[in-house]
């Protein structure tokens, strides 16, 4: 059953990022205000969170590891928003399935922190009382120590680095209120946003000023489609050899091929061949409307009235870069 268990959990976490963008959004969850990130080897040996949020509650401690453990769907109505998040309750088990998981949490009611390890969905060892500060660290080692055909696919610690730079940068500028701080482990801090930041501000620290100050702001809302778009693009960037594409759909971080063509599609008539640009959409659709779980392993969504909000969203970014380049 472990085999299963770790293969399956195995094609869920594909790469360090992947993890990271689970245990990101479980501090969100948990309202965190600050989220600190400690990196080793581009989190393959080392991949540290703490947040300053709600902290988990020792009598919880035993079971948050299991599949299907969540505290987030307490009515029957909140199984209706399940697409909006896809797997409930199974990050932190299928981490735990392919990893060495330990977390050391405090909730502001409890008197000491507590410190607990896990493997395999269980419990390793007892829960330990301790000292720390309200919130939760999460410490991931030695990711697919078990999963020998997964470790051979991954790229090297710097490639996978830069993927979890950029899960980390594009939280932090969908999440501006939040404070982002990504260091590797000893070493000076790559990243950093403060707390009650502003989205321009979080681009200009993480992809330069020249991006920065290029940023038009992109806004739509449409009743009938409940739809809901806010977002910065650039008329161009040449400073960056790839463009940069941030797609956040109910605030989740994910891949839609149909709005990257349409993207693409845009920029293609109003930019010279060759150059690229800075795309930040956020997009709010009705929960029953997106489908998250079209595979499970890409984090590609797909949602109802597709072909009518493209249409909306290109005639705005046309219309916005038009303004521009007249
Ligand atoms: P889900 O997020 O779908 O509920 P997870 O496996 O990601 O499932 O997390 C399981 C549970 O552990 C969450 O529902 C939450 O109660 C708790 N949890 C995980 N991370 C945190 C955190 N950083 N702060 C507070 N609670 C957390
Ligand atoms: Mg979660």
Redesign the pocket.
Known sequence: EDVVNRIAAGEIVQRPANALK??I???L??K?TNIIITVKAGGLKYLQ?Q?N????RSD?LDI??ERF?????SQYEDLQEINT?G?????????SHIAHLT?L?KTAAAKCAYKASYEDGKLKGPIKACAGNN??Q?TVEDLFYNVIARKKALRSPTEEYTHIMDVVGGYAIHNSHVGFTLKKFGEKTDLKTPINSTVVENVRIIHGNSIARELMEIEIKDDALKLSVHGFITNVNYSHKKGVMLLFINHRLVDSSSIRKAVDSVYSTYLPKNSHAFVYLSIELDPKNVDVNVHPTKHEVQFLYEEQIIEKLKACMEAKLLSCNS
């Open positions: 689970e245990l959004e479980n501090s969850d948990a965190s969170i947040d949020g709600t902290g988990i919880n948050v590891c453990t969540t505290s987030k769907l998040y797997f409930r309750g199974e990050a932190l088990a299928s981490i977390i949490t919130g939760t999460i």
